[in-house]
């Protein structure tokens, strides 16, 4: 994971396709296919994808079901 300045006190955490494959637990295909398919944040830089770190969390907290939601019968 890198970090990107955007001023001195705040940081971009930037992760690669394979760091997030990695964090997921899943195959980098995966990811790029869900790239690809529009289901993960992320831009393009020439060939490569990037994932900001922040854009990363909120999409996986977007669909995740709330406690209240959940019945556990």
């Known amino acids: 994971m890198r970090s990107l300045m955007r001023s001195e006190e705040q940081a ?3 992760f690669t396709a394979d760091q ?4 997921l637990g899943v195959n980098r295909k995966t990811i790029y296919e869900a790239a690809s398919r529009g ?4 831009r393009r830089l020439g060939r ?3 994932f900001e770190r ?3 969390l ?3 907290r977007q669909d ?10």
């Open 39 to 42: 289901e993960i944040p992320h």
């Open 48 to 50: 490569r994808l990037i």
């Open 12 to 14: 971009i955490e930037i």
């Open 20 to 23: 997030l494959a990695e964090l």
């Open 54 to 56: 922040g854009s990363v």
């Open 64 to 73: 995740a079901p709330s406690e209240e939601n959940t019945d556990e019968r």
């Open 58 to 60: 909120r999409w996986l």
